[in-house]
């Protein structure tokens, strides 16, 4: 009895341990985020009123003696940075609506872009340490292609079609809207050595989605046929390269992640995928913490820099609330000569913040149900 009282001890432990590590992670992201925004608000001196780690009550806070407040607050689950009469038309020196539009616009898209160079840098940690991402085929059953024209068990795919392979997407690209039978150029790594292979598709290749992985498997001949039905026999798996390669391929990779990103939002504007397949804060931490306690630190870094990517390219989407709306009313009082109504763009941000966050609030619902 005791020892089962402490194993279910240890492992509800174990799991608090991987969502503190996961909300830590968000938090990172969050604060990156802010700080982005704060080192240009520095360069192009505007009066910053407070910056802060969190929400709710303040824990810690601290004064500067231009009067600049650093706090970190009760609620650790964002932050922000507050420019002076940043929502009000206040003229006084140095207050956000005096300086420039230009400036206003670059210190709105700093935050997404530390942001996106922070991802960058996990990026190449990630792989530096472990190695690119690339795809590993398990296993090859193609009876009806000769050897010649048809990967092999184990192959690593680097490309496919003259495109680099990292994800399941980049694989699709490379052999998309192609008919059975046409033979596409891959390079793969097999037996420790870099070689060209041609290989013959098996059906045609018209993917619907992203989704459409057994498509893809059945015109590469990579399923497997298990006791309780067919699976991929396409797995992810890293390949190391030389220092320079690697961070290029870190910038394509991180390219590769906002592109999915773009598919996403797609897909959901169009019907493809539901509401359902995506996820509020909870749901992003439930899954940092499970991709951590799967695969430790490695995941964590792919985790963070797909975090950072995600937070780059939807803060600037132009959806009331947040940077890339605002940067919109900056762009509108550029054209017009003078800005639109202060407060009709407060009711507009605001009533966009609660939109989002009941819908954050909705999707991580469904999950729960």
Not at 301 to 327: C, H, K
Request: overall charge neutral; aromatic content about 10%.
């Amino acid at each position: 009895m005791q020892t089962n009282i402490l194993a279910t001890f240890g492992e509800v432990a174990h799991t608090a341990l991987y969502i503190i590590i996961a909300l830590i992670t968000l938090l990172v992201m969050v604060t990156v985020h802010e700080l982005g925004h704060y080192i240009a608000g520095k360069i192009f001196k505007f009066k910053i009123n407070e910056f802060a780690i969190g929400f709710g009550p303040a824990i810690i806070k601290r004064t500067k003696k231009n009067g600049e407040i650093f706090s970190v607050r009760a609620l650790p689950l964002g932050g922000f940075c507050a420019f002076d009469g940043e929502d009000e038309d206040l003229k006084t020196e140095n207050s956000f609506n005096s300086k420039p539009v230009w400036q206003r616009i670059i210190v709105l898209i700093s935050g997404a872009l530390m942001n996106y160079l922070f991802a960058l840098l996990l990026i190449m940690l990630m792989f530096g340490i472990y190695g690119g991402s690339a795809l590993q085929v398990g296993k090859v059953d193609a009876p009806t292609v000769s050897a010649e024209y048809r990967l092999q068990d184990g192959d690593i795919i680097l490309k496919a079609g003259g495109k680099n392979v990292y994800l399941v997407t980049d694989l699709m690209h490379g052999i998309e809207n192609r008919e059975k039978g046409d033979r596409v150029e891959f390079v793969v790594v097999r037996g420790g050595e870099t070689i060209t292979q041609t290989v013959e598709l098996l059906e045609h290749t018209h993917f619907e989605s992203v989704e459409d992985l057994f498509g893809l498997c059945s015109a590469l001949g990579t399923k497997e046929q298990k006791a309780d039905g067919v699976y991929s026999s396409l797995y992810s798996t890293n390949v190391h390269y030389g220092f320079f390669q690697t961070i290029g391929r870190s910038f394509e990779y991180s390219f590769k992640l906002a592109g999915t990103v773009f598919t996403v939002l797609g897909q959901l504007l169009t019907g493809k995928l539901g509401v359902s397949s995506m996820g509020g804060t909870i749901t992003t931490l439930s899954l940092t913490a499970e991709a951590v306690s799967i695969g430790g630190f490695k995941y964590l870094l792919y985790m963070g820099s797909f975090l950072g990517v995600n937070l780059a390219v939807f803060n600037l989407l132009p959806i009331p609330a947040l940077d890339g709306s605002r940067v919109v009313f900056g762009i509108i009082e550029a054209i017009r000569k003078k800005p639109v109504s202060r407060k009709v763009e407060g009711i507009i941000h605001t009533v966009g913040l609660i939109l989002l966050l009941t819908f954050a609030i909705f999707v991580d619902l469904q999950h729960c149900f």
